[in-house]
Nanobody, 123 residues
């Protein structure tokens, strides 16, 4: 599976943005998916995850109520809609395939990382 994230950009604080991650490969719909982010000089952190069918979603505390993860398996795409953006949301956002058993917020259970997309929130 290959992934490509896009949809990032510059947005003012309080604004919204929708990130997309398009996958290729027949196995896309078989796996859970996750979004992570990495700010300059900081470690990469879990943002949100979604199971293979889209019926279960998981969020980091810092985005609960401000983000919605969804997927369209027919289009092999996962989305991250973010609202009420803050300057501290500035980061490179990555999508990844959850290939292994374990918690969605654990980076170790993911494989096939996509190239990130930059999100910059101005104050």
């Amino acid at each position: 599976v290959q992934l490509q994230a896009f949809g990032g950009g510059l947005v003012q604080a309080g604004g919204s943005l929708r990130l997309s991650c398009a996958g290729s490969g027949r196995a896309f719909s078989n796996y859970g998916l996750g979004w992570f982010r990495q700010a300059p000089g900081k470690e990469r952190n879990f943002v949100a995850g979604i199971n293979w069918g889209g019926g279960s979603t998981y969020y980091a505390d810092f985005v609960k109520g401000r983000a919605t993860i969804s997927r369209d398996n027919a289009k092999s795409t996962v989305y991250l809609q973010m609202y009420s953006l803050k300057p501290e949301d500035t980061a490179v956002y990555y999508c990844a395939v959850k290939r292994y058993t374990g918690n969605y917020d654990s980076e170790e259970v993911y494989d096939y990382w996509g190239q990130g997309t930059q999100v910059t929130v101005s104050s």
